[in-house]
């Protein structure tokens, strides 16, 4: 597995931007598929952004389209989330996750839903 360690993170207020990076280490074909993901204080786990090395493509929730930017720096393996317009609702425990493409039916893809190497996290309280 990949080492990852996010930084970044700290208390904001609503409207404010805020860039989290998380820093991945070992062999790079783990590090192919990256992602940012959060939890808030008594709910489930939600994926954020994520991007896959292999083709560059970035994938979104909802909730922070046109908010939040995904990328990644490959030659210094750094993974970053900008986060823009905060907003309360995105409080939570930042966590970056790592793993390598898999084939699906021929198709080298990034399972977001199950990657195994995960950062500690870091909370970012966004106050009204």
């Known amino acids: 597995q990949v080492q990852l360690a996010e930084s970044g993170g700290g208390s904001v207020q609503a409207g404010e931007s805020l860039r989290l990076s998380c820093v991945a280490s070992?062999?790079?074909?783990?590090?192919?598929?990256m992602g940012w993901f959060r939890q808030a204080p008594g709910k489930q786990r939600e994926g954020v952004a994520g991007?896959?090395?292999?083709?560059?493509?970035?994938s979104y929730a909802d909730s922070v389209k046109g908010r939040f930017t995904v990328s990644k720096d490959n030659a210094k393996n750094i993974l970053y989330l900008q986060m823009n317009d905060l907003k309360p609702a995105d409080t939570a425990t930042y966590y970056c996750?790592?793993?390598?493409?898999?084939?699906?039916?021929?198709?080298?893809?990034?399972?977001?839903?199950?990657?195994?190497?995960w950062g500690q996290g870091t909370p970012i309280p966004v106050s009204p």
């Open positions: 996750a790592a793993d390598s493409i898999q084939e699906v039916a021929g198709r080298r893809v990034c399972l977001y839903s199950s990657l195994r190497s």
């Open positions: 991007i896959n090395s292999d083709d560059g493509s970035t």
């Open positions: 070992e062999d790079a074909h783990l590090r192919d598929c």
